[in-house]
């Protein structure tokens, strides 16, 4: 079936980095867009950061820019979040999600990984 | 960014009671509109995209309309299992966004 596996979270301190991956399995994971949403404790969703099909297209939002990198090998299925220069901020749980179409709805969802930046 | 405000933000509801919840987009997103449901403790569910087309498997009473800056979600009949947060987002145009959420509660 299709699914999504996020891995790679933890507990990292103020200013170090960690690297998350997404293990797509189900579908045909080189013609689909990929996204990663994050949400902090008790709060809602935010969009971190996209990818094209191709990987030619990433995209990142203001507050990650310059810190995070989307990237993705379509020939091992994976999506991957290169995450640096951490903040407390960035304590969320992160989640990988499928685009149905560019420009289109996160069909599905993985089921997320914690990650927790403390000092 | 484009931002969406939902309302309301939190509902106590009734089993059997028809429930709607809008969002509101800060500038045209042609459509770009789709609806999510979250329960404690697990991911978000894809439940209406584009506006109004119900995503596979999802339950009948959900629906979705709305056009322009203003959509809504609307479950016609509640049960028990829709105890959620609902959260609309918009892929008109990055950054993508998404709304704070609609929190249901049974009363």
């Known amino acids: 079936q299709v699914q999504l596996v996020e891995s790679g979270g933890g507990v990292v301190q103020t200013g170090r980095s960690l690297r998350l991956s997404c293990a797509a399995s189900g579908f045909t994971f080189s013609t689909y867009g990929m996204q990663w949403v994050r949400q902090a404790p008790g709060k809602g969703l935010e969009w971190v950061a996209g990818i094209s099909d191709d990987g030619h297209s990433p995209s990142h939002a203001d507050s990650v820019k310059g810190r995070f990198a989307i990237s993705r090998d379509n020939s091992k299925s994976t999506l991957s979040l290169q995450m640096d220069s951490l903040r407390a901020e960035d304590t969320a749980v992160y989640y990988c999600?499928?685009?149905?179409?560019?420009?289109?709805?996160?069909?599905?969802w993985g089921q997320g990984t914690t990650v927790t930046v403390s000092s | 960014e484009i931002v969406l405000t939902q309302s309301p933000d939190f509902q106590s509801v009734t089993p059997g009671e028809k429930v709607t919840i809008t969002c509101r987009a800060s500038?045209?997103?042609?459509?770009?509109l789709h609806w999510y449901q979250q329960k404690p403790d697990q991911s978000p569910k894809l439940l209406i995209k584009s506006a109004s087309q119900s995503f596979s498997g999802v339950p009948s009473r959900f629906t979705g309309s709305g056009s322009g800056t203003d959509f809504t979600l609307t479950i016609k009949s509640l049960e028990a299992e829709d105890v959620a947060t609902y959260y609309c987002h918009q892929s008109y145009r990055l950054p993508y966004t998404f709304g704070q959420g609609t929190k249901l509660e049974i009363k």
């Open positions: 500038q045209s997103i042609d459509g770009k």
């Open positions: 999600a499928k685009e149905a179409g560019s420009y289109d709805a996160f069909d599905i």
